[in-house]
Structure formats: C-alpha cells, structure tokens
C-alpha cells in the first residue's frame, strides 16, 4: 500500500502541555532540606535487625512530622526494619504538613508470614497526603511465599498487598528507591495528582504472578523517568481514568511490557488519554506495548497515545492492541469491546520478535481501532527472518520505512 504522511496530529500540543505542567511541578516540589526538622525512626522506638515490629515507630515519626508545618524529614538509617501493615493518613485532620520526606538508607521489611498482610490489599499506603517525597531504599515485600501458593492452586491464598501505594495524593516524589519481591503490585498510583517516579528499581521474579511494577490509575499528569524493571506481571500498567502520563528511558524485562489496560471491565468507565511512552527497552518480556480491553460493552476509550524510540530484544508480542483480552482463558465475556481506541501513533520502533507475527490488531468490530499510524518500524522474526502483521479491524496509515508490511483495513 501506498505510504502516506501522517494528517495533522493534535497530540503534539498536548505533550507540550503536559511537559509545561511537569516541569513547573518538579520546581515545586524541591526536598525538603534536611537542615529542617529530622525525625529519626531509631528515637522513636524502631529497632534495626528484622525481627521486631517497627510499625508503631513508623507511625509515631509520621505524627511527630504531621504535627508541625515546618518541612520535616523522616530519615531511617542503614538495616532492616520490619513493619508491618502501615496507613500514614494525610489530610488536614490528620496533617499540618505539605512538606514531608522520608530519607531510607536502609531497608524496610514485610513479615515474611503472606497471612499477616495479604489480605489488607497494601502494605506501605500514603491517603490523602501532600507534598511528600520518598528518597531512596529498599522496599521488601517477602512475597516469595505467595507466589508459591499461588502457583500451587491453593484457593485459600489471599489476594496479596501491594509494596507502596499512593491514594488520593498530590505532589508526590518517588526517588531512587528499590521495591523488591512484592506480594503483589511493587508501586501504585490511584486517584492522584503530580506525581514524580525516578531512578526506581523493581524486581522479582519473572514468574511471580500479579506483580505489575508500577500501575497507574484515575491519576493526572504522572511521569516515570529513569528506572529499570524486572517483574513477573506488567513493567508498567496504566489503568482507566489516567491522564497526561509521561514514561521515558526505563529497562523493562523480564515481564508482560507496558500496558494501556486493561480496560472495559466495567460500562461506566474512564477513559485514558495523553500518553507518551518513549525511550524504552524491552528484553526478553512477553509483550512490548500494549492496549488490551475486555470484550464487553464500555463506555471507556483509549485515545491521544505515542509510542516512540523503542527497542526490542527478543519480545514474544512486540506491538499489540487486544479488544479480546481475557487472562487464562477463564469466563471469558465473548461479547464486542466497546472501548473506542484511536490517535495511536508508533514511532521509531526497532529489534527482534520472538514470533512470527510482531504487530498484532485485534480490535472490536463494533468500534474499529482508527487513526492508528506506523511510522519508522522495523522488527524481525529472530535475528534476521521476515516478521508478519496481522490486523482485524484497524484502520490507519504507515509512514516511512514499515517492517513488516501493514496491514489495515483502510486509510484513514
């Protein structure tokens, strides 16, 4: 088919926008300096080693530090602190403070009893908080144990916690910490605003099932810089309701790619909007990106996404819309999507597939996916051998140099 530049294309000043709200954000959001008030766990009672519960500690120094409008700092020195399940509430009820950091140089540790907090949905959770910066360490969730009983079919396995999550929430920084081995989802951010993740190192295993490294959702202008993730579940999932995100230079692998979705679980339903994806490796993971719905009725959509400057190591689905998804095959809805993706733009994408087809399209036929565009693609099968695309229900436009050949519909 002929090769067709791209018509006019909104998404361009909508990242700018987004870029001119993160940067007047970062500004903002400077440390506190640790010449301000600092709260050292060990005066209030924590104790370094493992083996005695901190949590009482931990909360202590969050209240000292909410007590006072003066930017505090939380500061946990070298060891490992066991707590368990921790809710530090913001809030004016709760929080004078709109300036709080909380400094680790050491580790923080689960229980390594999966029954003690896996059944609380979090283990770290910050509600309604402003203006607090998490700076370095360790998270660990001891999550080996679920794995295990998840991966042996036991029924009565409890859901597991997350290892760090953020609710209701703005002006959040994430920097340099390290989340290893979560029950469940290293890093959550839901309904907030303003958030900064950098420097961020995940890991667990490849086969620890329901382990997403960061997840994204009903939040606003987020970005994710400058972090390597090695997980069993998503490198990054982005769920309904987020807008204006910014993702750039992660390693991602092993694990299932970074994902738009999945969406359309529900009729009433946000949507998302206002992605850049860009400057991404993926090594060795089951998916590249990604945008998944249910199949069932949904008023959601998925629209205004680039994904840009991407490399592919040996990727089994490299470029994937699914509007079939349905993990494991179980109860699936077998009805049409309604989720309405459009304005998806992939760009400058290179590198290896680890099947055949390396650009799969499996939209609704009741909502085709349009306005998709290819533009500087090329992936191979293995090293050296011809890559196919298949295509059902999209439409949209290639632009430069495509490998392997599209194959929409129609042009837009």
Not at 8 to 30: G, R
Not at 273 to 300: D, L, M, Q
Not at 375 to 388: I, P
Request: charged share 15%; proline share 4%; hydrophobic share 35%.
């Amino acid at each position: 088919m002929a090769h067709l530049r791209p018509k006019h294309n909104t998404i361009p000043l909508l990242v700018i926008k987004a870029l001119v709200h993160y940067f007047l954000f970062t500004f903002k959001t400077t440390i506190a300096s640790y010449d301000d008030q600092t709260l050292n766990v060990i005066d209030f009672g924590a104790k370094a080693g493992g083996e005695i519960d901190s949590s009482r500690a931990f909360l202590d120094a969050w209240e000292s530090a909410c007590n006072t409008i003066t930017p505090s700092t939380i500061y946990v020195p070298q060891g490992r602190f066991l707590i368990g399940k921790v809710v530090f509430k913001g809030s004016h009820e709760y929080c004078k403070s709109n300036g709080i950091t909380i400094k680790i140089d050491g580790a923080l540790v689960a229980p390594s009893n999966y029954d003690d907090i896996g059944n609380d949905g979090n283990w770290l959770l910050f509600d309604d908080v402003n203006g607090v910066s998490i700076i370095g360490g360790v998270l660990d969730g001891q999550g080996n144990g679920l794995w295990a009983c998840k991966r042996f079919g036991n029924r009565n396995c409890p859901m597991g916690a997350t290892n760090l999550g953020f609710t209701n929430s703005n002006n959040i920084v994430i920097n340099g910490v390290t989340s290893v081995n979560s029950e469940m989802y290293h890093i959550v951010i839901d309904r907030s605003k303003n958030v900064k993740v950098q420097g961020v190192r995940v890991s667990a295993s490849g086969n620890s099932p329901n382990t997403d490294g960061i997840h994204v959702q009903l939040s606003s202008f987020v970005t994710i810089i400058a972090s390597n993730i090695a997980t069993g579940d998503d490198c990054i999932s982005i769920g309904p309701g987020s807008t204006n995100l910014w993702i750039q230079n992660i390693a991602c692998g092993p694990g299932h790619g970074i994902s738009v979705g999945s969406l359309g679980k529900e009729l009433e339903e946000a949507g998302v909007e206002n992605v850049t994806v860009k400057t991404v490796t993926f090594t060795g993971t089951e998916n590249g990106v990604r945008i998944k719905s249910w199949g069932r009725p949904s008023n959601g959509f998925a629209r205004n996404i680039i994904f840009q400057h991407l490399t592919m190591i040996n990727v089994q689905n490299p470029i994937v819309i699914d509007q079939n998804y349905c993990p494991n095959e179980k109860d699936c809805p077998g009805q049409n999507s309604g989720v309405k993706i459009s304005n998806v733009m992939y760009q400058d994408i290179h590198g290896t597939s680890a099947t055949e087809v390396a650009v799969r399209f499996n939209c609704s036929p009741r909502n085709p996916c349009n306005e998709i565009t290819l533009e500087d693609v090329k992936l191979t099968y293995q090293t050296n051998k011809q890559a196919q695309a298949s295509c059902v229900h999209a439409q949209g436009i290639t632009s430069g140099f495509v490998q392997p050949n599209a194959c929409f519909s129609s042009n837009i």
